[in-house]
């Protein structure tokens, strides 16, 4: 049996795995820290449990990356689709992140004034197909 070495129990890392499984490797996944989930972790801190880092993803939508792998593995995809991905605190300013690029846009104008703040989120690869599509979920 072929082994294989993963290094990060990310959402990179245990889904490159699962896929290196499935292909009949061994694998070994190395992680630092004692829980899975890279970038989108937890903390806790009196008693509670507090997100961390990345903790929403995109491309779950049919026909879309993630759902494609996650098909690929028999992985249930009943994620919830959000329609605020995320709210972000920047001092005394507050931008929530919605599905609807149009919302988004102007979350970002009143925390943020500027005439290219559409064109900057359509032409950032990765944001315009998320914003246009609207394909947010939750850890």
């Given amino acids: 049996m072929k082994k294989i ?3 990060g129990a990310g959402i990179g890392g245990v889904l490159s795995a699962a ?9 070994d996944v ?3 820290s004692n829980n899975l989930g890279g970038c ?3 903390f806790v801190k009196n008693r509670r449990i507090y997100n961390a880092g ?6 779950i939508k049919e ?4 759902h494609k792998m996650l ?3 028999n ?10 991905a995320m709210i972000i605190h920047i001092g005394d300013k507050r931008i929530v992140r919605h599905m609807d690029l149009e919302r988004t846009i102007e979350e970002i104008n009143k925390a943020y004034p500027s005439k290219k703040t559409r064109t900057f989120l359509e032409r950032s690869k990765g944001y315009n197909g998320v914003f246009l599509e609207g394909q947010y979920t939750s850890f």
């Fill in 5 to 7: 070495a993963v290094v």
């Fill in 19 to 27: 896929f290196f499984r499935k292909k009949g490797y061994h694998v």
């Fill in 30 to 32: 190395f992680e630092k």
């Fill in 40 to 42: 989108s972790g937890s």
């Fill in 54 to 59: 990345a903790t929403t993803f995109a491309g």
């Fill in 63 to 66: 026909g879309y990356l993630i």
């Fill in 71 to 73: 098909d690929q593995l």
């Fill in 75 to 84: 992985i249930t995809n009943d994620f919830e689709i959000l329609q605020e």
